[in-house]
């Protein structure tokens, strides 16, 4: 079956930054597309990037121009490069995978997901 395992999670300070990754198995990055997704106490689940299989990419407004999804063939890891990190991005993110070629930040596309991996940001 198809298993999703983030990691790269902790504690950073305001302003830092922080690489999570998502290792894939029994799915391969190019069949589909790949999101992060996080969600903070008390809040939904909020879809923050995502990439297709020609590599495009879409960002919330929340995160554009900090965060940078990216994925690795080879390795069959998805990455999420955190930079400008703020307290508010304290969160349980996600990683998830889709047969849809083409990305969306919608959860109901994405069928598998990893169990999460904590990012806590302190000022």
């Known amino acids: 079956q198809v298993q999703l395992v983030e990691s790269g999670g902790g504690s950073v300070q305001t302003g830092g930054s922080l690489r999570l990754s998502c290792a894939a198995s029994g799915y391969q990055l190019r069949a589909g597309s790949m999101a992060w997704f996080r969600q903070a106490p008390g809040k939904e689940r909020e879809g923050i990037a995502c990439i297709g299989t020609i590599g495009r990419t879409t960002y919330s407004d929340s995160v554009k121009g900090r965060f940078t999804i990216s994925g690795d063939i080879a390795k069959n890891t998805l990455y999420l490069q955190m930079n400008s990190l703020k307290p508010e991005d304290t969160a349980v993110y996600y990683c998830?995978?889709?047969?849809?070629?083409?990305?969306?930040?919608?959860?109901?596309?994405?069928?598998?997901w990893g169990q999460g991996t904590q990012v806590t940001v302190s000022s």
């Open positions: 998830a995978s889709s047969p849809v070629t083409l990305c969306g930040t919608t959860a109901k596309m994405y069928y598998n």
